[in-house]
C-alpha cells in the first residue's frame, strides 16, 4: 500500500535535528484547507485555459498553414520573376544585335540608293539628258510608279535590274529590324514590371502572413502559460487539501494510539501481565538521536526483502540495526517492533522513534511498514522492491496508524535475520 512515495534530498539532512512540527498545509490566502468546491473550481479554469490554448493552437495551424501556402507561392512567382528577367536580359541583347542588323540593312540600302543614283547618272551622261531611268527617278511614285507606267519587263530590261531589287530589299529589312527591335524590347520590358510588381505584392502578403504567425504563436505562448500556473494552482489546492486530511487521520490514529494506551494502562493496573519492556529503562532522545543518524548513513541502499545489512535492508530490518546500534534490541518483524515500546503520540515524537503504517488503522495486526523519525515530519525507510533506502514525509504512504519509542527491556529477543509476515515485498 505505500506506492511511490515522495524522495527527498539528502540536503535536508541537516535541517532535521529542528524541534518535530506538524507539516504544514495552508497556502497563501487560505486561511483553512482548501474545500473540495476550491478545487473544482480550480480544475474548471485548468479546462478553460486548455480549450483556450486548443482554439489559439488552432489558429496558429492555420496561419502556419496559409504562410505555406503563400510561401510557395511567392516561390512560383519569384521563379517566373528570374525567367522574365532572363528573357529580358536576352530580349536586350537581341535588341543589340537587331540594331547592328538595322545599321547593316540601312548601310545597305544607302549604297543601293547610290547606286541607283550611279545608274541614273550614267545614263543621263551617255544619252545627253534625261532619259527613262531619270524618269524613274524623278516619278512621284517612286521607281515602283515608274515601272507600274511603263511595264516591268521593259525596264529590267533596259536598266540595272539587280540594282533596282536589292534597294526594294533593303528598304523592307531595314524597316522589319526597326520594327521587331522596338515592339521585342517593349514587350519583354512590359513583362518584366509585371513579374516585378508581383514578386512585391506577393513578398508583401507573405510579410504580413509572417506577423500575423508570429502573434498568434506569441498568444499562444501566453495562454499556455496561463494553463501551466491554473494547472500549478489544482495542484496546490489538490496537494494542500490531501495533506489537510491526511493530517485529521493522523490526529484520528494519535486519538486511538492514546485510548489504546490508556485501555493497555488499565488492563495493567487490574491484574494483566505487562509487555517485557515495561520492566526496564526507557530508550532516551540521546538513544533515539544515535538509531536516527545511523540510519542515515544507509540512504541509498537497496530494498531487499528480509534484507538486515550490511549492504541491503527491508523496512523492519534497518529499524532492527538501527535501534542495535542505540544498544536497543527489537525483532526484526513489524508485529513485534509495535510492541517493543510505549506508543508515543504523534505531537511528543522524538529523533528515532518508530512510525508504523497499517492496511487498516483501527487495526494493529494489518500492519506492513516502519519508519525511523528523524524530526521535522520526516523518516528514514527501505520502501519496497525496486526502491533504495531515502528520506519520505511520514505522511505521503497514508494508513499512519501511530509509533512506538523502543525500550529496553529485561528479556531481550535474540536479533531475527529472517523477515516478518507484515513486512512488504
Known amino acids: 500500500m505505500r506506492g511511490s512515495w515522495i524522495l527527498l534530498s539528502g540536503g535536508l539532512v541537516l535541517a532535521l535535528s529542528l524541534p518535530a512540527a506538524p507539516p504544514s498545509w495552508r497556502l497563501a490566502g487560505h486561511p483553512g484547507p482548501p474545500s473540495q468546491a476550491e ?3 480550480a480544475a474548471g479554469q485548468v479546462s478553460r485555459q486548455r480549450a483556450a490554448l486548443g482554439a489559439q493552437q488552432g489558429r496558429l495551424s492555420a496561419a502556419a498553414t496559409e504562410l505555406a501556402r503563400l510561401q510557395v507561392q511567392a516561390e512560383v512567382l519569384t521563379e517566373r520573376y528570374d525567367q522574365v528577367q532572363v528573357d529580358e536580359q536576352r530580349a536586350a541583347t537581341a535588341y543589340q544585335v537587331t540594331k547592328a542588323r538595322l ?5 545597305a540600302e544607302g549604297a543601293s540608293q547610290r547606286q541607283l543614283a550611279s545608274l541614273a547618272a550614267e545614263e543621263f551622261e551617255s544619252g545627253g539628258g534625261f532619259d527613262a531611268m531619270a524618269a524613274m527617278l524623278g516619278n512621284a511614285s517612286g521607281p515602283q510608279g515608274y515601272l507600274n507606267q511603263v511595264g516591268l519587263g521593259q525596264v529590267l530590261a533596259q536598266h540595272g535590274t539587280a540594282t533596282l531589287a536589292d534597294n526594294q530589299a533593303n528598304e523592307t529589312v531595314a524597316g522589319v529590324f526597326r520594327t521587331q527591335a522596338h515592339e521585342l524590347l517593349l514587350a519583354q520590358q512590359a513583362d518584366l514590371r509585371a513579374a516585378a510588381a508581383l514578386k512585391q505584392a506577393i513578398q508583401a502578403a507573405v510579410a504580413r502572413q509572417q506577423a500575423f ?9 501566453r495562454t499556455a502559460g496561463a494553463l501551466a500556473k491554473a494547472q500549478a494552482r489544482e495542484s496546490a489546492l489538490r496537494a494542500a487539501r490531501r495533506a489537510a486530511l491526511a493530517a485529521a487521520a493522523a490526529a484520528a490514529a494519535r486519538a486511538r494510539a492514546e485510548a489504546a494506551a490508556r485501555a493497555a494502562a488499565a488492563g495493567s493496573s487490574s491484574g494483566t501481565s505487562a509487555p517485557a519492556w515495561a520492566y526496564g529503562s526507557g530508550a532516551s532522545s540521546s538513544q533515539g538521536d544515535v538509531a536516527a543518524n545511523w540510519a542515515l548513513t544507509q540512504l541509498g541502499k537497496p530494498y531487499q ?13 534497518l529499524a532492527m540495526v538501527a535501534w542495535a546500534h542505540a544498544g536497543v534490541q527489537i525483532a526484526h518483524w513489524t508485529g513485534y517492533q509495535w510492541q517493543s515500546g510505549p506508543h508515543i503520540p ?12 497499517a492496511t487498516n488503522t483501527a487495526d494493529p495486526t494489518t500492519i506492513h511498514h ?10 528514514v525507510d527501505a520502501p519496497y522492491t525496486g526502491a533504495f533506502v531515502r528520506i519520505d514525509s511520514i505522511y505521503a504512504p497514508g494508513g499512519l496508524i501511530g509509533a512506538v519509542r523502543p525500550a529496553l527491556s529485561r528479556a531481550r529477543p535474540a536479533l531475527s535475520r529472517g523477515r516478518g509476515a507484515g513486512d512488504p515485498l
Do not use: E, H
Not at 103 to 107: H, V
Not at 213 to 221: G, K
Not at 370 to 379: A, D, H, Q, S, T
Open 39 to 41: 478545487i473544482n473550481a
Open 103 to 107: 545599321a547593316a540593312a540601312q548601310q
Open 213 to 221: 504567425v508570429r502573434a498568434d504563436r506569441t498568444q499562444r505562448d
Open 305 to 317: 526483502w528480509g534484507g538486515a545489512g550490511p549492504y541491503t535492508y527491508d523496512c523492519s530490518g
Open 346 to 357: 504523534l505531537n511528543q515524537l522524538r529523533r528515532g522513534d518508530l512510525v508504523f503504517f
Open 370 to 379: 516502519v519508519g525511523i523519525y528523524i524530526g521535522n515530519g520526516m523518516m
